[in-house]
Every structure is written in C-alpha cells, then in structure tokens.
C-alpha cells in the first residue's frame, strides 16, 4: 500500500514546498498511484493547522502558542457552534491531539476544513483582506490575485489549484460531490487525484469537469477563454453542449455560444482557423468543415469525432470517411449507425481511438 519511493515528495508536496520539475513529476506520479493519493489525503486532514507549524523544532510552548492562534482562527470561523466551550488555554501542550479531534469534528459540520488558501507569490486578497498565511477558505469568499500575485488553493482533500497573477476565483462548493469553484477571469491550473465529477470550475462561457487530470483554465476580461488539458480528461460543458477534452489537447469558449470543439496542442493554424469559424460564427462559410478535414492529421481524431456529433448529412458522412481512414470503425459499430446519430457506435469509437473512457458519464 505504502508508496516508498515517493515518500519525500509527497510530504514537500503537502508542505507546499516541492517545486519545478520535481512537482511536475510527482503529480503525473499522483494521478496513476492510489497510494500516494490516499497518504495524500490524509497529510491534507490538518493542513491548516500542520502547516502553521515552524519547520524546525521549536520549543513546546512556542509551538503550542502558533497551534492555539491557529485555532483561534478557526473557531472565528465556526460562528455556528456557539455551545462548544474552547477551554484550550488551560491545555497542556501534550493536549494538542484532542484539541485537534475535537476541532476536526467540530469544523466537519459545516465545511471541509481542508479547503485553504496560500500565498505564493505577492499578497493575494480574499474578500479584500490580505494573505500573508495559509488560510482558510470558505463558500462565497472571493481569492484575488493582481499583476504580481499567485496563489494556491487546497481543493478539499482531493487536489490542489494555483491561481495565476489578475484573476478572480470564489469558492462555491465544498460537499463531498461538489467541490466547485468560479473563475470569473485570469488563470487556474488545477491538479485533482479524485474519481471523475467531483470537481467543477464554472467559467462565464463554460464549466470544467474533472474527469481525473491536471489542467489550465484562462478566461479573459470578455468571459472567453481556453482549457489546456496536460493529464487525464476534462470536460467542458454548457447545457446541453459538452466537448471532452484529452490530455495533449485545448479547447476554445466564448460566451454565449459555450465550448467549442476541441484540438490538439499541435494542430495546424489552418485547421484551427477553420474549427474557429465552425464554433463560433453563426452561420459558418460554406466549405469550413471541409476545410477542417483537409487541415486534419491523424492526430486530430479528437477534433473529428467531436465533429460527428455536430454535424448533418453530407458533412457527417465525409468526417466520418476521414475518421475511418486512420481510425476504423470498432467491432459493432457500423457507418450507418454513426451516420444516424447512435450514441453508443460513437462512445465506443472514442474508446477505441483513445479519447476517454466513457464509463463515467
Ligand atoms: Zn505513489
């Protein structure tokens, strides 16, 4: 169970402290390793208080004087459990544990208190007050970041977000099924170690759902924006509209239209000229979809598939054509049953290609 030869980052990652490369290794590392997810978990059960503490040993009364700041704090939070006495100044250090326990049972009723936020560059602001700490973060605050700013975010238990300099995030969600954020405008890169569909980050054009990845949301001062996706899957959704993107690819929104179609890191700018006007002009020229299968490698497929389930006729026969040429058709699924619309013929065509495993949605 026990994952040894990650012991080291995995504490520097809780801390906050791991850093360049090294971060990056360890979270592709992450996203494939239960066990480092589940020891992960746990190190994040206290990461308020736990992160408060000196890092070299300090005295006991010392260290026992940050602990008791710290749960003062928390308890400023708890305005809703005004019966608990907190009697923690007459607490001999070694008490410390139960103090914990009963803060941790006290805190559970009303949010996750792993939910945190943390400077990591400048003075980031939540509702206006400055973050000079590790903090908590709590449904309805507003994290914001100016030019020179970063910040971090504890996601619950199951991931973490860094807030990149101009940007407005809230928090809106921190039940068990919906740990939800707003991205009202600038950057978040997010890393999520959870089952698919817990975590959701709504944008003005679109809401981003974890399907298991790490991932770049930037939305401008217009509300538009774009998912880049470097682990895993994420799915882009506005009503009834939903764009699956893989690892290795983007995807395009605006406002008032929802996701566009997604394409990979490296498509050609002739595809992605075309695929802009397919998206996002209301009636698109004549030519465009050809003009897309024409530009489309075999690395495309993602682009096309998408394109089968938004478009007709004639179009959807010839994307289906191109697909099937770098991509045959799975054991089952017919041409015909494509061209009708099936959804199942579709889903497992994307399995096939390795586009995603649908079994989630
Ligand atoms: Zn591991």
Redesign the pocket.
């Known amino acids: 169970m026990n994952?040894h030869?990650?012991l080291d980052a995995?504490a520097a990652y809780a801390d906050g402290t791991l850093a360049g490369a090294a971060r990056a290794d360890f979270e592709t590392?992450?996203v494939g390793?239960a066990?480092?997810r589940a020891d992960l978990a746990g190190l994040r059960a206290l990461p308020d208080l736990t992160r408060a503490l000196p890092r070299a040993v300090a005295p006991a009364r010392d260290l026992w004087a940050g602990i008791a700041s710290q749960l003062e704090a928390q308890r400023a939070d708890l305005a809703d459990s005004p019966a608990i006495d907190w009697p923690w100044r007459r607490f001999a250090p070694w008490a410390l544990a139960a103090g914990i326990v009963v803060l941790s049972s006290v805190a559970a009723r009303r949010a996750d208190p792993a939910w945190s936020v943390a400077p990591l560059q400048g003075v980031p602001e939540v509702d206006r007050a400055a973050v000079v700490a590790p903090a908590g973060f709590r449904p309805g605050q507003w994290l914001a970041t100016d030019a020179s700013s970063r910040a971090r975010i504890a996601v619950g238990r199951i991931g973490e977000a860094e807030l990149g300099p101009g940007s407005r995030v809230r928090l809106r969600g921190v039940s068990g099924r919906n740990h939800r954020l707003e991205l009202a405008r600038g950057s978040l890169r997010a890393v999520i170690w959870a089952p698919p569909r817990l975590f959701f980050v709504d944008t003005p054009a679109a809401t981003a759902v974890d399907l298991g990845c790490a991932y770049t949301l930037e939305v401008d001062d217009r509300g538009d924006g774009e998912l880049a996706v470097t682990l895993g899957y994420v799915a882009l959704a506005e009503g009834d509209r939903e764009s699956l993107v893989p690892a290795g690819a983007r995807c395009r929104m605006r406002r008032g239209h929802g996701p566009g179609t997604p394409f990979a890191d490296d498509a050609p700018a002739a595809l992605r000229a075309a695929l802009a006007e397919f998206d996002f002009v209301a009636v698109p020229p004549n030519g465009t979809v050809g003009r897309i299968l024409a530009a489309a490698r075999p690395a495309d497929a993602v682009t096309l598939w998408h394109l089968l389930g938004r478009t007709a006729g004639a179009e959807r026969a010839a994307v289906c054509d191109a697909l099937a040429r770098t991509h045959p058709l799975p054991p089952g699924s017919t041409r015909d049953g494509i061209l009708a619309g099936d959804i199942e013929p579709r889903r497992a065509w994307a399995e096939s290609i390795g586009l995603g495993n649908f079994s989630s949605r």
Do not use: E, G
């Open positions: 994952c030869r990650w995995r590392h992450l390793c066990a480092c």
